[in-house]
């Protein structure tokens, strides 16, 4: 059951995740886009951290929409409007419905996510993290196996989104970084007790 208080625990462990391994996601960014994924997310995850901090929320809706305005306005690079539309997305699904599921919840944020970059399953992108999670949850099957799965299979992809699709062939043999980052928010759900498969 989706609630205001493991929301916001599920972000404050995301954005520990995103402090935490920024060097690693820029890494990642570094051999296929141009660097700075992890800092740029690290950026945002200071700016939600506070912003979470000032203030109290009574709507869930209020909650995923903060969170949506702060990625967008604090993050830089794709990744920002990305993760802004997801949870934009997450929060208008949750103003019409207050008995909205994990599962049309993480819909409404993967299909905000497919709008804004227009991305499809295997061209390497943060999309292909999210399609199998939203998938799993529906199916109640959702592991931390099936989520680090999901981002070790973008390994073997060639991109043909986004700027690693300059690389072309090169880009094989490169996990996505967005795939990554992507598969923190879903382990911090986990962890948070969000999903109850």
């Known amino acids: 059951m989706l609630s205001i208080e493991n929301v916001t625990k599920w972000m404050d462990l995301f954005i520990e995740q995103l402090q935490e391994n920024k060097v690693y996601l820029s890494e990642l960014d570094t051999a296929i886009g141009d ?13 939600l951290k506070e912003k979470l901090a000032d203030n109290e929320y009574e709507a869930l809706t209020d909650l995923l929409k903060d969170i949506g305005m702060v990625f967008v306005s604090k993050i830089g690079g794709a990744s920002g409007p990305l993760y802004g539309s997801a949870f934009i997305s997450m929060a208008k699904a949750s103003k019409d419905n207050d ?59 060639k991109a043909t989104k986004g700027r690693a699709s300059y690389l072309g062939d090169r880009s094989v043999g490169h996990l996505d970084p967005g795939a990554m980052s992507s598969s923190y928010l879903f382990k911090t759900m986990l962890e948070a007790g969000v999903y109850n498969g």
Do not use: C, F, Y
């Open 99 to 157: 008995e909205l599921d994990l599962a049309e919840l993480l819909e409404a944020g993967l299909d905000g996510i497919q709008k804004r970059g227009k991305a499809v399953a295997g061209e390497k992108t943060m999309v292909d993290e999210w399609i199998p999670v939203v998938d799993a949850v529906k199916e109640n099957s959702l592991t931390t196996e099936i989520i680090e799965e999901a981002a070790a299979k973008t390994e073997q992809m």
């Open 35 to 47: 660097g700075d994924h992890g800092n740029n997310l690290a950026r945002g995850a200071a700016a």
